[in-house]
């Protein structure tokens, strides 16, 4: 490490380590701990690592007292789009990142579930997970106290896009009429967000949107097609390619309709004994009845994103098994 190269800060710089839980699971958990044991503060490359449509992306990594990095490489995120160091804009910035990719997160923990109970699916069928995330509060002797977002890095040259914000599938050629992958105007939702908590998606005036999103997710009340003995015995078949497009579809289902997940980007992890697509930066796009925008982010679309992905999405052989129930059925090994 060089000082002309890193932005370096000592353990007495590091206020806190904050993982965001949401409201329900009292906001940010905070922690002074590094995450290796032998850290004695972080670093941060001055140059830009990557960018995408809102963030911007540097290295990070812990350093031991000798100035040795310790720990896993990992990348800092900032959001491009905040020009000053307003405290309450970075904040929302990194409340609505965390809430956007642990939503996601959840719904692949019920996708993965499902998953399992199909027949013709074995512990070598990739799995979705979405990064964890964190954030340090940093002091920095110029700009103040500073809230840098840091997730694991990704093996660049294994990195891919599945799907993308305005329709975009891989292998898919000549998208027609998809919406260009610029936000809307942002429509500013006072109180809806006052931690930028899943649950309060729903404070509004419209019964439909009273449900939280963690409610949502906890119960799937819908009547799912019953299988019969001939389909387990004859099992579904599909391509590795067809689970990162049948998790967007499976994710509005799961839902109730009221939002997607896409925009899915990453790395296909096949070194684990389960393989796992290990994704970051979400998009959903949520569907408000109220005339919300940019309700997760600037990037949420609402009902246009919606559309542009089924305008092109085909449902595959997977996207309908996982709308059926399969009793007693287990993933092979």
Same mark, same amino acid.
């Given at each position: 490490m060089t000082e002309q190269d890193w932005w370096s800060y000592s353990r007495e710089d590091i206020i806190v380590r904050q993982v965001w839980g949401g409201r329900r699971r009292r906001g940010w958990s905070t922690t @002074? @701990?590094?995450i290796h044991p032998d850290a004695n503060g972080v670093a941060m490359r001055n140059q830009i690592f990557g960018e995408g449509a809102e963030r911007i992306v540097s290295k990070f990594r812990e350093f031991d007292v000798t100035g040795k990095f310790v720990g896993p490489w990992m990348v800092a995120k900032q959001n491009r789009f905040i020009y000053d160091e307003n405290d309450e804009d970075h904040a929302q910035f990194h409340r609505s990142f965390c809430s956007t990719q642990q939503t996601a997160e959840r719904i692949a923990l019920k996708f993965n579930e499902r998953l399992a109970t199909i027949p013709g699916v074995t512990s070598s069928t990739p799995r979705i997970k979405f990064l964890d995330c964190q954030?340090? !509060?940093?002091?920095?002797?110029?700009l103040g106290v500073m809230g840098v977002l840091v997730e694991k890095m990704l093996d660049v040259s294994k990195y891919k896009k599945w799907n993308s914000n305005n329709g975009y599938v891989d292998? !898919?050629?000549?998208?027609?009429?998809?919406v260009p992958d610029v936000p809307d105007e942002e429509t500013p939702i006072e109180g809806v967000f006052a931690s930028l908590d899943l649950g309060a998606i729903a404070e509004g005036d419209e019964e439909e949107e009273s449900e939280s999103d963690e409610e949502l997710l906890e119960e799937d009340t819908r009547d799912l097609t019953r299988t019969t003995a001939s389909d387990r015995r004859v099992g579904v078949k599909f391509t590795v390619a067809d689970i990162p497009q049948a998790f967007s579809c499976f994710a509005y289902s799961q839902s109730g309709r009221r939002y997607l997940v896409c925009d899915l980007q990453g790395? !296909?992890?096949?070194?684990?004994?389960?393989?796992c697509f290990e994704l970051t930066d979400p998009v959903i796009h949520y569907r408000s009845v109220s005339g919300w925008k940019?309700?997760?982010?600037?990037?949420?679309?609402?009902? @246009?994103g919606i559309d542009s992905f089924y305008k092109t999405h085909e449902c595959s052989d997977l996207c309908e098994a996982l709308e059926k129930t399969w009793l007693e059925t287990k993933a092979e090994s």
């Amino acid at each position: 490490m060089t000082e002309q190269d890193w932005w370096s800060y000592s353990r007495e710089d590091i206020i806190v380590r904050q993982v965001w839980g949401g409201r329900r699971r009292r906001g940010w958990s905070t922690t @002074k @701990k590094p995450i290796h044991p032998d850290a004695n503060g972080v670093a941060m490359r001055n140059q830009i690592f990557g960018e995408g449509a809102e963030r911007i992306v540097s290295k990070f990594r812990e350093f031991d007292v000798t100035g040795k990095f310790v720990g896993p490489w990992m990348v800092a995120k900032q959001n491009r789009f905040i020009y000053d160091e307003n405290d309450e804009d970075h904040a929302q910035f990194h409340r609505s990142f965390c809430s956007t990719q642990q939503t996601a997160e959840r719904i692949a923990l019920k996708f993965n579930e499902r998953l399992a109970t199909i027949p013709g699916v074995t512990s070598s069928t990739p799995r979705i997970k979405f990064l964890d995330c964190q954030v340090y !509060l940093i002091y920095d002797v110029n700009l103040g106290v500073m809230g840098v977002l840091v997730e694991k890095m990704l093996d660049v040259s294994k990195y891919k896009k599945w799907n993308s914000n305005n329709g975009y599938v891989d292998g !898919l050629t000549g998208v027609p009429d998809a919406v260009p992958d610029v936000p809307d105007e942002e429509t500013p939702i006072e109180g809806v967000f006052a931690s930028l908590d899943l649950g309060a998606i729903a404070e509004g005036d419209e019964e439909e949107e009273s449900e939280s999103d963690e409610e949502l997710l906890e119960e799937d009340t819908r009547d799912l097609t019953r299988t019969t003995a001939s389909d387990r015995r004859v099992g579904v078949k599909f391509t590795v390619a067809d689970i990162p497009q049948a998790f967007s579809c499976f994710a509005y289902s799961q839902s109730g309709r009221r939002y997607l997940v896409c925009d899915l980007q990453g790395v !296909l992890d096949e070194s684990s004994e389960t393989p796992c697509f290990e994704l970051t930066d979400p998009v959903i796009h949520y569907r408000s009845v109220s005339g919300w925008k940019n309700v997760f982010g600037r990037t949420d679309r609402g009902q @246009k994103g919606i559309d542009s992905f089924y305008k092109t999405h085909e449902c595959s052989d997977l996207c309908e098994a996982l709308e059926k129930t399969w009793l007693e059925t287990k993933a092979e090994s």
